[in-house]
């Protein structure tokens, strides 16, 4: 009785540390990225894609060997989670054990779902390495690799959400105190303190750069679509559908 009274306190203390986190973490990301590590590589990566379309012919074997490796890195994830869930599920169905290995089993198959979506995105961002270059064709690529890196990122919280269940079997303290863990961990590897490392610097300079008068109605469109990104960095794909259903309300 000790035990369940135990359960009934712990285990909901244990998930709301977690999903707290994930949500003040999900909520900085999008008002705040620089304090972030996932802010700053998803504007890191938009660089990297200026970088890679402004010389196709030089720089397209390279990035193709750059999204190979990603997929490679999220088939490797795909490939362990679906294992790890049909070995559980094996288990489960065999023996008459507890409900907490379902909870185990959903977590690994959340992993493998988000894995295989990252999978899609990179895969069709290796398509748009060889398109002719354009703003609008830079925002939408770089949209994609950063989908495709959230969805890589949603999967492996989903194996980091796995391992508290799994010490549930344990104990409901095992556990709480792996939730506290898991999140304190998680909190160094997220965010940033101080870093000499801006990738938002360049930015700043081209709305410095841009002082003649003939270019400021366009720097206020461009402005905005920055102030956006700078925002969320994980939705930029969106300027490219706003940028069409603009020009298409011109003609």
Known sequence: MERKHLEYVLVPLGFAVLVSYHLWLAVTIYWRPKRTVIGI??????????????????????????????????????????????????????????????YIVLCFLVAFLCNVQSIRYYAHASFLVTLPAGESRMDYFAGILNRGSLF???????????????????????????SCLITFVLYFLDFTRTSSYDP??????????NNDIESVGQSRGNNFAVSSRLHSPL?????????????????
């Open 41 to 102: 590589n998803a504007e890191s990566r938009r660089q990297w894609v200026s970088t890679m379309i402004s010389d196709p012919m030089k720089n397209g074997v390279l990035a193709v060997q750059i999204i190979r490796n990603n997929i490679m890195a999220s088939t490797l994830m795909a490939t362990t989670t679906i294992t790890i869930g049909s070995l559980l599920s094996a288990f489960v169905s065999s023996t008459s054990s507890t409900g907490k290995y379902h």
């Open 152 to 178: 890589w990122s949603l999967g492996l919280r989903a194996f980091y959400f796995a391992i508290p269940l799994f010490l549930w079997i344990f104990g409901p303290l095992s556990m709480f105190l792996s």
């Open 200 to 209: 938002y610097e360049y930015l700043q300079k081209e709305e410095v750069n």
């Open 235 to 251: 939705l930029a794909s969106y300027s490219m559908t706003s940028n069409c259903n603009d020009s298409a309300d011109q003609s």
